[in-house]
C-alpha cells in the first residue's frame, strides 16, 4: 500500500510537472492509484482523461472498489472522468448498475490483427501435443485447476505437455504444486515471450480458466490461430466463444471439467478442428 501511495504521489508531480506535453491522459484498470491521480489532475489542469475497465465480473475493477472502504466515494469520483471505455457488454452494464452516466461509457471490445495472427500452415507434431496458456501468471487466472486439470488430462494423454506463457507472482507457487502433482516434467514454464504467436501456432488447444475477465486479448490471437479454445463460462469469453461451435465453455473452480472438455477435444480431432476454423472466422 505505501509503494502505491508513494508510485501516486511521484505521478501526480511528474503529470504536473510536464502538463504542457500532454493534452490526454489514458488509464487502464479503473481501481488503480493512477486513475484516481489523473482524475485529481484533470480536475486542477482541465486535462482529458479516459479509463479503460478491463476486467469484469465478480473479481473485476468495480466489484474490488466496491469491497474497499471508502469504494463509493472513490466511484463517485471516478464519474468524473471524460470517458469510461468497457472492453465488454457486462462491464458497460456493471457501470450503469453503478450509477456511470452512459454519455461518458463507450464500448469498445478489444481487437486483432488477424493478418499477423493466422493458423499454422505445416501439420502439428504428431509425437507430442501442446496445449497452452498465455497471461499472467496471477491467482485469478485459475491456474491451479488447469495444473490438477492436466494432472488427469496426462494420466489419460500421456503425449501431451503444457506450456505456459507468462511471468508473475504466482509462478513459484505453480511450479511447487506441479511438483507435488507429479507433472512437472511436462509443464513448460516458458516466460514472458515476445512470439506469443509463434507458441500458438505450435499448439493444438488453448485454455483460459481465469476467474474474471473483460475480453482477453490472448483469446482472441488463439482464436485468430485457428486453436479450439477451452474458457470458463465469465466475462467476455461468453461473448467470443460460442459453447460447442467454436469453443468449450466450462465452469470455474471446476478442475475436472476443465479436465474432461481438453480431453474431448484430443479426442475428437475433427470437432477440435472445426472449432478452430469457427473461432477464426469469429
Known sequence: MIGMITSGVLLFFFLIRFR????????????????????????????????????GGKKGDLYAIKERKLGALYLQFMKRADKIIAVSKEITSQLRESGFPLSIVQEIPNGVDTHEFTPCESPLPSQERVIIYVGRLDPLKGLDDLLKAFKRVNENHPKTRLVLVG???????????????????????????????????????FVLPSLTEGLSNVLLEAMACGLPVVATRIGGNLELVEDGVNGLLITPRDPNELAAAIMSLLEDREKSRLMGREGRKR
Open 167 to 205: 511471468e508473475g507472482w504466482e509462478k513459484e507457487n505453480l511450479i511447487r504444486l506441479s511438483r507435488e502433482l507429479g507433472i512437472f516434467p511436462k509443464v513448460h514454464f516458458e516466460g514472458t515471450q515476445e512470439d506469443v504467436k509463434g507458441y500458438l501456432k505450435k499448439s493444438e488447444i
Open 20 to 55: 504542457k506535453e500532454y493534452d490526454l491522459i489514458h488509464c487502464h484498470h479503473l481501481q488503480g492509484f493512477h486513475s484516481l491521480v489523473a482524475v485529481l489532475v484533470k480536475r486542477i489542469l482541465n486535462k482529458k482523461v479516459i479509463i479503460k475497465v478491463a476486467g
